[in-house]
């Protein structure tokens, strides 16, 4: 399975934040911290706000904070949150299944249940657990989102 660059930007945001002690941050900060599109994150930033991950306020003070602590957020809740689905396969959607041997196929399951483990893992570690392997922003680039 392979998570979309919109939820790597997604938990790369959230990892800056938890780094920040409340402290605000702002988009053009972190697309130069990372060296990715400011257009991107802007539409990821708007995103995490609308789901609860994150506050945004503008102003002389205003900029991006988590809108809970770390240890709250969970990976999964982010990745379900940003990711457009988890169809594997074509046979996971009804609606577009065009496939001649789903009713007979047992790979479904077999894939249907190792998407779910995929994602209990995912819920099992918390911002705070994620971010708990870098010490500083600095680091991040350095090590892969998902490997808590």
């Known amino acids: 399975m392979r998570l979309t660059l919109y939820s790597d ?10 780094h920040k002690d409340q402290e605000a ?19 990821v930033v708007h995103n995490l706000g609308i789901n609860g991950f994150i506050t945004t306020s503008r102003g ?5 904070r988590l809108a809970r602590p ?9 990745v379900r949150h940003t990711e457009p689905d988890f169809d594997l396969l074509e046979c996971f959607n009804a609606e577009t299944d065009q496939c001649v041997v789903t009713k007979t196929c047992n790979l479904k399951s077999v894939l249907f249940e190792a998407r779910n483990a995929f ?3 995912l819920d099992r570690y918390t911002l705070a657990d994620a971010a708990a392997k870098a010490q500083a922003p600095s680091e991040f680039r350095s090590i892969p989102i998902l490997r808590v």
């Not at 930007?9 to 938890?18: A, T």
């Open 119 to 121: 994602i209990e893992v």
């Open 9 to 18: 930007y997604s938990l790369r945001v959230l990892l800056y934040l938890s």
């Open 25 to 43: 941050a702002t988009i053009t900060e972190l697309a130069d911290f990372y060296k990715i599109s400011r257009n991107h994150l802007v539409k």
């Open 60 to 64: 002389k003070h205003g900029g991006i």
């Open 70 to 78: 770390a240890g709250e957020i969970s990976v999964g809740d982010v």
